[in-house]
């Protein structure tokens, strides 16, 4: 299937892009990689690879790419990430800034920190560093108990 071979392609170029600082580049690879998942039939990958780059353009201020990322995701059934307020906090139960639930998203998809870390342009320690914030806050001493405790706080969206 094309869409397959596109999606071969463009996840490396995905993988390139983070390690040289281009956010909206990695943005733009990722959502290209996200509809050519979902040619290729994959599309919990492609709603994976949609909310990230939502998630980058929504941090840039990069409002038609925003838009039209949301439109891919809404092609698909899903929706991106709630917006976030300026403070970093998004009125979550526990506390939790926008960061802490972004992170923990991640650690719910069995990412490891360094994966975090990459994909959100943070180092691994600073990864930690709001894991172990969050498990203070939702009260919870391993990470799978947290990822427990934000799917009861209802902070994990339906695919």
């Known amino acids: 299937m094309a869409g397959g071979a596109a999606a071969r392609e463009l996840l490396p170029a995905v993988q390139m892009f983070v ?15 996200g509809a050519a998942l979902a040619v290729a039939g994959d599309r919990d990958q ?3 690879q949609l909310r990230a780059a939502h998630a980058i353009a929504q941090q840039l201020g990069a409002g038609p790419l925003t ?24 009125g979550a139960p526990a506390g939790l800034s926008r960061r802490e ?6 650690v719910a998809q069995g990412n490891t920190s360094r994966e975090i870390g990459r994909q959100l342009f943070l180092s691994p320690r600073t990864v930690e560093m709001h894991v172990r914030g969050s498990l203070l806050k939702l009260n919870c001493r391993t990470r799978a108990e947290g990822v427990r405790r934000i799917g ?5 969206q339906p695919s």
Request: no cysteine; aromatic share 0%.
């Open 19 to 33: 390690p040289l600082g281009l956010p909206l580049a990695t943005a733009t690879a990722q959502r290209r990689a």
């Open 46 to 48: 492609a709603v994976v």
């Open 67 to 90: 838009r039209q990322i949301g439109k891919n995701l809404a092609e698909l059934g899903a929706r991106p990430r709630p917006a976030l307020a300026k403070n970093g906090r998004t």
């Open 101 to 106: 639930i972004e992170v923990m998203l991640l």
């Open 152 to 156: 009861e706080l209802g902070l994990m």
